[in-house]
Structures are given as C-alpha cells and as structure tokens.
C-alpha cells in the first residue's frame, strides 16, 4: 500500500512539475508579448495580463504542491522529518496534522458552501461567472485551488503511509 501511494504520488508530482513549468512558460510569454505589443507596436493586447496572472496562480499552486512533496516548504524542525522509525512516525504525523488542518477546510470550501450545499461552493460560485477579456468560465482558473490541494493531501497520506511502512520494516 505504502508503496502504491509513493508511486502515485510521486507521479502525480511529475505532472505537476511539467503543468508549473508550462505555466510559468505561458506566463512569461503572456508578459513578454505585452511589453512588446505595448512599448514596440504600441498595441497592448487586453488579454496578456489576465492570462499572466492566472498563469501564475496555476504556476505558484503546482510548484506548491512540488516543494511539498520535496520537502522544500517552509518547515519548523527540517532535521526532524529526516528521522527514521518512531520518532520520524511522529514527525510525519504532526506534519500531517498541520497541513490537514490548512488544507481540508480548503477543500471543504471548495466544493461545498455554507449549509453543506454545493450550489454555493467556490466552484459551483465560479462557475458562473467568465473572465474579463478571455471569455472562458472562472472555474478553469479556479479549480487550481482544490487541485492543489488535493495533490498535497496524495503527498500527504503517501508520507503517512511511507512513514508507517518504515516503522514496520525497522521492527
């Protein structure tokens, strides 16, 4: 089992890797195109800097979820999650305890509004309602925040379970 989740995880941080790398790519195009069309051709384009900024959200949550899974964000004790047996079960599991605790609400949120109701979660909310100069639906740029976070908690029950499995192999 433990294994089966290091692999998706580990897949799914490889997509992940390559949508950030993509984005960041349409984001610097996106830019780049507008200084150009504005200071050379002296016709800056309405869309470039909408779809800059939403490359960066989409580029800035996947790279997110990469250092995640890296073990690159910001953490209180590095040294500790570097541990093995139980003390390294007991690092993860307060690691996981403080990410849960950011992340489910989140996901919650996203998918349900007040109520439970669905109808009034941030996609559903989003769903209605299109870019400014682009014309698509907010949602495609929107779901980029659940998804996120749905790929941290993957690294996160993978690090559990890894966490578990060396636990079991130490004894």
Not at 31 to 58: C, D, H, K
Not at 81 to 90: A, D, H, V, Y
Not at 126 to 147: C, S
């Amino acid at each position: 089992m433990a294994q089966m989740l290091d692999r998706l995880s580990a897949g799914l941080n490889r997509a992940a890797l390559l949508g950030a790398a993509i984005a960041v790519a349409v984001m610097l195009f996106a830019a780049g195109w507008q200084v150009i069309a504005r200071y050379l051709l002296n016709q800056p384009p309405v869309w470039t800097e909408e779809l800059a900024r939403f490359s960066m959200v989409w580029g800035g949550l996947l790279g997110a979820t990469c250092a995640f899974r890296f073990r690159s964000d910001p953490t209180l004790f590095p040294e500790a999650l570097n541990t093995t047996g139980t003390r390294g079960l007991i690092a993860t599991l307060i690691r996981a305890l403080g990410v849960l605790c950011f992340i489910l609400p989140i996901l919650w949120f996203s998918f349900l509004g007040p109520g439970a109701n669905p109808a009034r979660g941030y996609l559903a909310r989003l769903a209605g309602r299109q870019t400014e100069t682009m014309d698509l639906p907010m949602v495609v740029f929107g779901i980029a925040i659940p998804l996120a976070f749905i790929l941290i908690l993957v690294h996160v029950l993978a690090e559990i379970a890894r966490a578990l499995a060396e636990l079991k192999d130490t004894r």
